[in-house]
């Protein structure tokens, strides 16, 4: 049988009865309101009271005071129950959450109108405090599992997602997926792209999740690599979304301040330049700025200029001379107004082997190394298009060439002083060379009349090949 009494507030003042003559005698004006009635009646409602009692005592010690407390709060206070639905959950094991669920029912059956709209009001509640439980397994399992007149609205669901998510995020400690809080928020972005999925979810909403994953999928790469932004303390995703998206900074797209910082404390991290180039078009795309232009000529001229502090030439050189090809390919030459220093300094390299005692193969690779400066200096040249603000630039790229030039002259005057040297030396020591094998040769015949022609003839031979440059 399915009593109901009304329970009005002025009736649940309890007082203290020292017997149970004395209770029974005046009994409390809730109590005596059930008692009243027909004794079928009342017996069913206190069978109900005391079993509801039973059911939830462990998690949220209900007695039977409180039990008409809460029975008077469902007639006078709408959305009572959002706080003790919490407080059930708060007291759960977080491992038997099967017996949660059990006991919400109870408590929906004793307290709540079952109306639709109240039950899909707790089943909100189940599923938020699931998600605030970091049980995602289980809410995911509950979102999938509610028959469809109880399904939840797809914009709430992705709005209680989403505030966890960034809850997570922003107190991970460091970069790590794999471990600790990013390792929840990047299961919690799985949820996200799950409801992204379903009718109902705006438009706007389905970009956000997109832009979230682009983010997440920027730390995941950046994580390879050693960065720190903030003095004296480990990176975290926060920091790097503040660098992001901060508007102080005088950077046009502050996505480079990132990269800019991994080349600084990463020697090598230049070789990892397409890894580069994705990580900021991630953090681009979450940010909503289109780097799909600049972003490739300004992360090549980043690492250029990183290799050549490295002194890896060959590499500054192959990178430039591809990105001017990309960019009159893709005519985009006018972004050489904005990486110009690049070419200058790829123009200007020296090596520190160059300033040592002469050395044919050293001279040979500078010699190479100043055609190649010349090449790229002339395309730069060639293709910028100067105007009142480039103007001094083209100057230093014109004058830089002239000065490769002048070096390329001096490297051949040089070139022919030491091979007249080389020259000159080899005569000599070729001389000294034939005048012992004379000696020799003439000493041994003067001993011995056995073979002494066919000395003589060696003698003969040998300054021949000398004479036509035959090796020995």
């Not at 009271?49 to 462990?58: E, K, N, P, Q, R």
């Amino acid at each position: 049988m399915d009593v109901r009494i009304k329970i009005e507030n002025e009736n649940l003042e309890f007082l203290e009865y020292s017997t149970l003559e004395e209770f029974a005698t005046a009994p409390p004006g809730v109590v005596k309101s059930i008692v009243d009635r027909a004794l079928p009646e009342s017996l069913s409602y206190i069978l109900q009271v005391f079993s509801t009692c039973c059911s939830l005592h462990a998690l949220n010690e209900l007695t039977v005071r409180k039990f008409f407390f809460l029975k008077s709060q469902a007639d006078s206070k709408p959305q009572w129950f959002h706080k003790e639905v919490m407080h059930l959950f708060s007291r759960a094991d977080t491992q038997d959450y099967d017996h949660v669920l059990s006991s919400l029912a109870v408590f929906s059956e004793a307290f709540l109108s079952q109306n639709i709209e109240t039950v899909k009001e707790v089943d909100q509640l189940i599923f938020d405090n699931f998600l605030r439980t970091e049980n995602f397994t289980k809410a995911i399992e509950y979102f999938h599992g509610l028959p469809e007149e109880r399904k939840l609205s797809t914009e709430a669901a992705f709005h209680m997602v989403n505030r966890k998510f960034w809850e997570l995020f922003d107190s991970a400690s460091n970069l790590d997926d794999r471990i600790g809080k990013l390792k929840l928020a990047t299961n919690c972005l799985d949820i996200l792209d799950t409801i992204s999925r379903k009718d109902g979810l705006s438009d706007e909403n389905k970009k956000v999740v997109i832009k979230t994953k682009h983010l997440l999928k920027a730390i995941h790469s950046l994580k390879n690599f050693k960065l720190v932004l903030v003095r004296n303390s480990p990176v975290t995703p926060k920091q790097i979304l503040d660098r992001i998206t901060s508007s102080s900074s005088e950077e046009k797209y502050p996505q480079f301040t990132v990269i800019s910082s991994i080349l600084e404390q990463n020697p090598k991290s230049y070789l990892a330049h397409e890894r580069l180039h994705k990580i900021v078009n991630d953090l681009g795309i979450f940010a909503d700025f289109d780097l799909s232009i600049v972003s490739f000529p300004r992360i090549q001229s980043a690492c250029v200029e990183s290799a050549l502090i490295d002194g890896n030439f060959d590499f500054a050189y192959k990178q430039t001379k591809a990105l001017i090809t990309y960019c009159i390919e893709t005519k985009n030459t006018e972004c050489f107004n904005d990486i110009w220093l690049m070419f200058y300094q790829v123009g200007k390299y020296i090596s520190s082997e160059w300033f040592g005692d002469y050395d044919a193969k050293i001279q040979d690779e500078k010699i190479g190394v100043l055609f190649k400066q010349r090449e790229i200096l002339s395309l730069a040249i060639k293709y910028t298009k100067p105007n009142t603000f480039t103007t001094d630039n083209s100057r230093l790229l014109v004058g830089q060439f002239r000065h490769v030039n002048q070096e390329i002259q001096k490297w051949h005057e040089e070139a022919g002083l030491h091979r007249s040297d080389e020259v000159q030396d080899a005569f000599q020591s070729t001389q000294k060379q034939i005048q012992e094998n004379i000696t020799g040769l003439l000493n041994e015949a003067s001993h011995s009349k056995n073979q002494a022609s066919e000395k003589i003839s060696n003698l003969f031979v040998s300054g021949l090949g000398w004479a036509i440059g035959a090796k020995r």
